[in-house]
């Protein structure tokens, strides 16, 4: 399954983790330098190795919806993976926890990222019934912050804590990731895309 948006003449889209972008993610992790894990809240320590990594994200591939209790779904510009959304602590019908990563830093600050968070939000809600779903950025990040921010999300609480088994324990800013925020926010960026083509 594909979701997709147009943005100013670019197709943006999710789709599912697929056999092909696990190198992708792996090389993500292993050559991100320490001042971005760090960035991140990222404890370089807890990193897995490259084949605990693929062991893992290969079983991704095989599982039920129903009993997952993690989901990627990879981020493609005009077709090209770019990044990715990952949703952890899946509680089906209830609730998880999304995290989002770009890989390629040249598609960084072109109004992408809220579309394609927005997008993996809604596949999210759809494949697992969800009722809740957040998502806590190290408070002291800037680029994740400024996109939730930007989307509309309701900033919840700032709290010390691990978000993640990745994770350092740092200061979180936790934010209700909204169905009808994330869908609002895809219509408006579909009406202004809308305004500028008729102008």
Known sequence: MTAKKILN?????????????????????????????????????????????????????????????????IWLVDGLPIGFSSLKNIQYEQSGEMHLHIWDASFTGKGYGPVLFCLSAQSFYEAFKLKAVKCEPRASNPLPNKMLQKVGFPLVETRIAASSELSLVCELNQYNIRLDVASGYLQSAADAVEEVGLL
């Open 9 to 73: 003449g670019v197709g943006l889209s999710v789709r599912a983790l697929s056999l092909d972008d696990i190198p992708l993610i792996v090389n993500y992790w292993l050559q991100s330098s320490p001042e971005n894990l760090v960035r991140m809240g990222v404890d370089k320590l807890k990193i897995p190795t490259a084949s605990q990594f693929e062991k893992g994200l290969r079983s991704l591939l095989e599982q039920d919806s129903q009993e997952a209790r993690t989901s990627y779904r």
